[in-house]
């Protein structure tokens, strides 16, 4: 199938879109609370607008993902391009090591399929292990084919403390719901109140990292643009609580400005403060 044209994999992202959101009616109960909690004010309607457009995002998606398999760096270049690059050519003039803070908007996938055609530094990012063998190499050699460097979560500590390691870029995803809550930060996020487990802020300062945060958006369908803005030029200019604050309002501001590209199926608010 990856190596259908993407127009024809669209057309059975269409089909696939019907049997997830009707069919399977994956995670649907899961998705509407939590736009129901994210958009108190907006009616109804508007509300199950979101929730159409996202299961069609999702299957999309999935159909990308499909042709990523096969796709060549021509033509998946030309579907992702990136602004705001100097500022990662800036820092690695200076031999400074980057925290990139992002989300899971739009195609994360596709992202990291391309981002180390674009930047400087060598580019790494964090995964927990996919227990199936096949599907665990299959994944990993895709992500990794243009240089990236994926390392075990379980492995950070050791990364960080390397001093042998320099003038890198590495990619936390940190919207996703935390598995330790004793070491969770508690914000307002999307009007709820939400626990973060932030690494990025406790590594970042053993390499006294600059922080940039990272949006993907959609600009049409397959095709998407990344932009990176700086946070703050060195960590240790922020509190861990001020470094929380500045990168959920600019994920907020990611996530509202095209709601149905955003990780909705993800149980996110499972956890309550105690």
């Given amino acids: ?69 096969s796709i060549t760096n021509d033509e998946i270049e030309k579907r992702v391009s990136y602004k705001g690059v100097e500022l990662l050519e800036q820092y690695f003039k200076e031999k400074r090591n980057v925290t990139i803070l992002t989300g899971h908007s739009c195609n994360f996938e596709w992202m990291l399929m391309t981002i180390n055609k674009f930047l400087p530094q060598a580019v790494y990012s964090f995964y927990v292990e996919i227990s199936n063998p096949y599907f665990r190499k299959l994944i990993l050699d895709n992500r990794t084919r243009n240089g990236l460097q994926l390392l075990q979560a379980k492995d950070a500590s050791a990364f960080y403390k390397d001093a042998s390691i320099q003038n890198f870029a590495n990619i936390f995803a940190s919207d996703q719901s935390p598995s330790n809550l004793e070491k969770a930060q508690w914000t307002n996020f999307l009007n709820q109140d939400t626990a973060f487990i932030m690494g990025a802020d406790k590594y970042s300062r053993l390499k006294r990292c600059a922080v940039v945060y990272m949006e993907m958006k959609c600009i049409k369908k397959g095709y998407y643009e990344i932009t990176f803005s700086e946070l703050c030029s060195n960590i240790d200019s922020l509190t861990r609580d001020e470094l929380l604050s500045v990168y959920v309002d600019c994920l907020e501001t990611t996530i509202l400005s095209q709601p149905s590209n955003w990780l909705w199926s993800h149980n996110r608010w499972k956890h309550q403060r105690k």
């Fill in 1 to 69: 199938m990856s190596y259908l044209p993407l127009s024809v994999l669209y057309v059975l992202s269409d089909g696939f879109y019907l049997i997830i959101r009707y069919l399977l009616r994956y995670r649907i109960d899961v998705v509407k609370k939590n736009i129901n909690h994210a958009f108190p004010l907006l009616t109804t309607v508007e509300k199950d607008n979101i929730i159409k457009a996202y299961y069609h995002f999702l299957a999309d998606v999935m159909a990308e993902n499909v042709k990523g398999l």
